[in-house]
């Protein structure tokens, strides 16, 4: 018999400049995803199944005026947060000129003094942009380590939504490993990013993106282009037949804002590519919402997680 009283679906979503098939940074520098995608594709597809997205934006897109303006007039319920591309953030600041480059560098890979004032700098500046902090983030290529809670917590976050349970991400100097992490949101434990430990009111939650193990396979994510409809539907069942003991289940999909956009990502490179997209993530939304899920931002769910 399930215990689960609520199933909560979030949107999470990496806001950044276009990239091209290869994900390297548009060419000349181009926001199409932004000041086009955000108002004119995604917000309307999400309002009008009722979700609730939350955007996770990067130091270029709030360097950019064209961007911050459009942010600032987006209609609808959304959430803004962060997103940490490292080396494009001062201190031990890489790059400089965005056009042409690519970012693989873990944040946690720095000193965690550093990485601390990278995510200060990020979130001060987000703040001077929008005129409040923001309380979710997300790690550039899932990045994070315990340090990084730490910095996060010190700076007010709420959420993170680093992990990708059952995947190991690696670099040159760094390796993130999130194959034992738990599959739903946690508090993790003092000195650690993977494994749960006590509710603490000033803990940060972590609310891992929503995948499933598939044996001698790559995860499947619950993630359009990534999923079929059918394959989204599975991966909820599968989510809710295993953690049927939990009073709140939570499906956080995620995305970057440049997959909705012809040719700024490896993913659609076609119009019909993209409304195939759109198509299908409105339908797995809509299924979830017919299923008596319910939509919510990234932050609203640190006090979801409040034990009762």
């Excluded at 995305?255 to 997209?277: G, L, N």
Aim: negative net charge; contains cysteine.
């Amino acid at each position: 018999m399930s215990s689960v009283e609520k199933v909560v679906v979030t949107v999470s979503i990496d806001t950044e400049c276009d990239h091209d098939s290869q994900w390297v940074r548009s060419n000349p520098l181009a926001f199409e995803s932004i000041t086009e995608g955000l108002p004119n594709r995604l917000q309307p597809a999400f309002e009008s199944v009722g979700a609730i997205p939350t955007y996770l934006l990067t130091v270029e897109v709030l360097e950019n005026k064209a961007c911050v303006e459009a942010l600032k007039h987006l209609d609808g319920r959304y959430e803004y947060g962060t997103h940490l591309h490292a080396a494009f953030v001062e201190p031990e600041k890489k790059f400089y000129d965005y056009a042409g480059v690519d970012s693989p560098d873990f944040q946690c890979s720095y000193a965690p003094d550093i990485e601390y004032q990278k995510l200060r700098n990020l979130t001060d500046l987000f703040e001077r942009e929008l005129g409040y902090r923001p309380t979710s983030f997300r790690a550039g290529r899932y990045g994070a380590s315990s340090e990084s809670i730490d910095s996060l917590q010190r700076l007010g976050y709420k959420v993170d939504t680093s992990v990708t349970p059952h995947i190991r991400w690696s670099e040159p100097n760094a390796v993130v490993d999130f194959r034992k992490a738990p599959e739903q949101p946690y508090f993790p434990a003092e000195g650690e990013i993977a494994v749960a430990g006590v509710y603490s009111e000033s803990r940060l939650l972590e609310v891992p993106v929503t995948v499933k193990p598939r044996l001698f396979r790559d995860p499947r994510w619950f993630r359009p282009w990534f999923a079929t409809v059918d394959q989204m539907k599975e991966i909820f069942r599968y989510q809710l037949r295993k953690h049927s003991s939990q009073r709140v289940l939570s499906i956080n999909m995620m995305f970057h804002s440049m997959e909705i956009i012809e040719k700024a990502s490896p993913y659609p490179q076609t119009a019909d590519e993209v409304q195939r997209f759109l198509d299908d993530m409105q339908a797995a939304l809509q299924w979830c919402a017919d299923e008596g899920a319910s939509f919510a931002s990234l932050s609203s769910l640190h006090d979801l997680y409040q034990p009762v």
